[in-house]
């Protein structure tokens, strides 16, 4: 028995450019923001920012707001401000090369639905994978809620494994030497912040009320270093138009990658956005205002994890023992230049061909490069 696998050459004929709008704005009395991005071809791995655009949101009272360029496409509202219900909102954008684009009116219809609870359990998901699941309750008695989608922001603390107190540095003095110094850059305790990048919905539409109950919005496998101390995540459900709901339905659907190389192929997803020049230009998003309510939930690994181990770091930090320097020149130094490695300890008896030197990739011994050693100000032990 044979069998072979035929490589699949993608290639994409008359790409075109489209604009992305990302924009919900909230019930939250803040700088509400909206985010711009082009659609980019298959081999590339990141969509390009959309920068020096102007934005303005216009309601139905005569009020206008500004957004500013932060960059990376984002766009702050230049004033704080939060969607009243009953209210119509309308998004307009000029991009830097002049091209215009707006959405249709867009109402906020249904106040805050809160979220009861977001509880967290040990759990063997239908993959038989163990890990953690995060849960959501909530409940609208009015029954006027029904579609909701959710995303989350996630916070750990991280412990570097090989962070020491003293590191490497070249030598003042030239060659390929290296000397030892206190260390005062790299970081041993941090907490990195990642948000969710998934479309996660549920409807209660097909339900006795509207109530939202157990609905899992994240699942992290126990062998995912993020829970290996303490972990948090915030999480916020938005209460969506039966419009939004299917849209985000329909792309998540399409976005899917059992759906990437199917038979059928499906046209232009459409939302509620549009060139105002070019009827026929395609533009890619949805203009949505919704309610909002988020909870933060913390938890330890030992909690529901004790006297197990821990899950294995970001990285294998299996150290290295470079030479100083071989016939072809620098071999330690210019590593350690480079911020690639850290140093991690002394190699006691050097076998041939190894230096005096243990090294490790910089994430091992300074955890600064997932994020951020300031604690944050909503952190609780």
Not at 159 to 169: E, F, G, K, R, S
Not at 245 to 255: E, I, K, P, Q, V
Not at 256 to 274: H, K, P, R, W
Not at 321 to 331: D, E, F, K
Request: net charge negative.
């Amino acid at each position: 028995m044979t069998s072979c696998i035929e490589p699949f050459d993608a290639s994409y004929a008359d790409f075109e450019s489209a604009l992305v709008i990302d924009a919900v704005l909230t019930n939250e009395m803040k700088q509400q923001h909206i985010v711009l991005s082009r659609t980019y071809e298959f081999e590339e791995e990141v969509p390009s920012a959309e920068s020096n655009a102007t934005i303005t949101v216009m309601d139905s009272n005569g009020n206008q707001y500004a957004f500013s360029d932060t960059g990376n496409g984002m766009y702050l509202s230049d004033q704080a401000f939060a969607a009243e219900l009953g209210v119509e909102y309308q998004l307009f954008i000029t991009t830097r090369d002049g091209r215009s684009y707006g959405s249709d009116p867009v109402p906020l219809t249904t106040g805050t639905t809160t979220i009861d609870q977001i509880t967290v359990n040990r759990i063997t998901n239908d993959f038989g994978e163990d890990g953690m699941a995060i849960f959501v309750d909530s409940f609208d008695p009015s029954g006027n809620s029904v579609n909701y989608r959710y995303d989350y922001e996630e916070t750990f603390r991280v412990i570097a494994p090989d962070w020491n107190q003293t590191i490497l540095v070249g030598d003042p003095q030239g060659g390929c030497n290296v000397v030892e110094e206190p260390n005062r850059i790299y970081e041993r305790v941090c907490y990195p912040t990642v948000n969710s990048n998934r479309i996660i919905q549920t409807t209660t539409k097909d339900f006795d009320e509207d109530r939202v109950a157990n609905f899992m919005v994240r699942f992290i496998d126990r062998s995912n270093y993020i829970i290996s101390y303490r972990y948090s995540i915030l999480v916020r459900q938005y209460v969506q138009s039966i419009g939004a709901y299917t849209f985000y339905r329909t792309l998540g659907d399409l976005s899917s990658s059992e759906n990437l190389f199917s038979q059928i192929q499906t046209g232009f997803l459409q939302g509620n956005v549009f060139s105002t020049d070019n009827q026929n230009e395609q533009v890619l998003g949805y203009f949505d205002v919704a309610s909002v309510d988020e909870k933060r939930i913390f938890f330890n690994y030992s909690d529901f994890y004790p006297d197990e181990p821990l899950p294995p770091y970001v990285q294998d930090c299996r150290p290295s023992t470079p030479v100083i320097a071989n016939p072809g020149g620098c071999v330690l130094r210019p590593i350690l230049e480079s911020g690639t490695a850290v140093f991690v300890g002394d190699n006691a008896s050097p076998a041939d061909g190894e230096g005096p030197y243990l090294i490790a990739p910089i994430v091992c011994g300074d955890c600064s490069v997932l994020g951020t050693a300031e604690v944050p100000e909503f952190w609780t032990e």
